[in-house]
């Protein structure tokens, strides 16, 4: 797990976790009740929280190993608001990924 600090606009600052999110298990339920929102593929998961916090506190980001961000609702596991803000916050990890490598997981 990697933790670096991201600049954001209005003058707010991110705290970025991020780490490796396993393929989910299948479970008794489903195979009675299959769930199209199960992980079929390891993924890197960013967990970003911001100061100071005006609406959401914590927001939860994914990103293929390729490289593709998921967008809301292709993961009942992420957490977004507002657009142009989520955007800045994409944008930061990128510029940070780019300037420093990918982060060593």
Do not use: C
């Not at 976790?17 to 009675?32: P, Y």
């Not at 769930?35 to 890197?44: A, D, G, M, P, V």
Request: proline share 4%; aromatic share 10%.
């Amino acid at each position: 797990m990697a933790q670096y600090f991201i600049s954001l606009p209005n003058d707010r600052q991110g705290n970025v976790k991020t780490g490796i999110r396993k393929k989910d298990k299948k479970k008794f339920l489903d195979i009675f009740f299959p769930s199209k929102q199960l992980n079929k593929e390891e993924k890197i998961a960013y967990i970003v929280e911001i100061s100071p916090v005006y609406d959401i506190g914590e927001y939860r980001l994914l990103k293929t190993k390729e490289g593709k961000w998921l967008d809301d609702g292709e993961d009942k596991w992420l957490r977004h608001g507002e657009a142009a803000f989520h955007a800045a916050i994409k944008n930061a990890i990128d510029d940070h990924e780019k300037r420093n490598g990918k982060p060593s997981l």
